[in-house]
Every structure is written in C-alpha cells, then in structure tokens.
C-alpha cells in the first residue's frame, strides 16, 4: 500500500542521502574499500536524482516520481546486497543490509503522484463528482 507522500519521500530521500553518505563514519566501517564507497556513492546519487525528481523537493523537476522510485527500489537492493556481492560481509553488512532495507520499504509504500495541495483546499467543501438520477 502506498501511503508514504511524495513531500514525505523527499525529505527521506535527502536525508537517507547524507546518512548514506555519512554511514561509514558514523557506523566506524571506513575502511575505503567497497564497503565505504558503495553507500557514500549511492547517497550522493540520491541526492543528485532527488533534485531532477517531479516532486515538491526537487530543483530541476525532469525525472518522473515512478522513474526516482525505480532507482531507489534498484539502490537499495543493491545497497542491501552488496557485503554479500562485494564479500565484505565478514567485516561489515548490518548498515548497508538495514538501510537497503529501509529504501526498499520506502521505494514500495510512496505514491507515484505528487499530490496537488493547492488544488486540495480551492475544491474543498465542493462535490467533484455528480450522481446521475
């Protein structure tokens, strides 16, 4: 069920960006080899295509809401996926397997619209839809 908001997405969305970013950091698992590098480059990815999304956070409004929820369905299986894939799961795969996770999670429960609020509150109070007798 999608009941996650395109306004919502967004503000996940750079915020799972810098979190990305910041993981091998703040988890202590910078040893810059992949286990480093995937997640800082999947949230600086994030973060670029989040700005080209059509919706109410992105800058450039080129790419479509399904097309960002693709990439951030795509990212995060292979977020989750990549100790395993890139064989540092010995050393480290709770952050990059819960945070692919979570991408994953969100990916699948946001709308694919952008919902028009403005229009919302001006059609307030008025029937959209008649009956026929």
């Known amino acids: 069920m999608r009941m996650i908001g395109t306004k919502t997405h967004g503000y996940l969305d750079y915020l799972m960006g810098v979190l990305l970013i910041a993981a091998p950091w703040i988890f202590d698992f910078a040893a810059g080899g992949a286990e480093t590098w995937i997640p800082v480059i999947l949230g600086a990815g994030a973060i670029l295509y989040s700005l080209f999304t059509d919706y109410e956070l992105g800058a450039a409004r080129t790419l479509s ?69």
């Open 65 to 133: 809401m399904r097309t960002h929820l693709g990439l951030d369905l795509m990212s995060g299986i292979l977020l989750a996926a990549s100790p395993w894939i890139f064989g540092f799961s010995d050393y480290v795969y709770m952050p990059h397997l819960v945070l692919g996770i979570a991408e994953v999670g969100a990916s699948l429960m946001t709308k694919t619209h952008p919902s028009n609020e403005r229009a919302e509150h001006r059609h307030h109070g008025h029937h959209r839809h008649t009956m026929a007798h």
